[in-house]
């Protein structure tokens, strides 16, 4: 089965830049057609979809999020990564990387990570 694994620094000061890394086992990110997301959970909240970069390299924001996302990809480690500038208390959440089944949410994720915990607080 594919298996996916976030990293990252548990803790970022206010208006610095969020930055998470994806590596992805038992599966390529080129693989046709899946999408390579990116989902958070504040505390107490629902999950909120982020972005995704797809089999082909192609890339898509929440509107919400999108000045402030940028999602890339490094083939040759199979690894995708996430940045996410001036962040703000209300960025705290669980960070999920999952695989995605079409380009559209609620196709669903058939595969997630564990998720990490980030906290952006001076």
């Known amino acids: 089965q594919v298996q996916l694994q976030e990293a990252g620094p548990g803790l970022v000061k206010p208006s610095q830049t969020l930055s998470l890394t994806c590596t992805v086992s038992?599966?390529?990110?080129?693989?046709?057609?899946?999408?390579w997301s990116w989902i958070r959970q504040p505390p107490g909240k629902g999950l909120e979809w982020i972005g995704y970069?797809?089999?082909?390299?192609?890339?898509y924001y929440s509107p919400s999020l999108k000045s402030r996302t940028s999602i890339a990809r490094d083939t040759s480690k199979n690894q995708f990564t996430l940045q996410l500038s001036s962040v703000t208390p209300e960025d705290t959440a669980v960070y999920y990387c999952?695989?995605?089944?079409?380009?559209?949410?609620?196709?669903?994720?058939?595969?997630w990570g564990q998720g990490t915990q980030v906290t952006v607080s001076s």
């Open positions: 999952a695989r995605g089944l079409g380009s559209s949410w609620y196709l669903g994720y058939d595969y």
């Open positions: 038992y599966g390529s990110i080129t693989t046709n057609y899946y999408y």
């Open positions: 970069i797809n089999y082909s390299g192609s890339t």
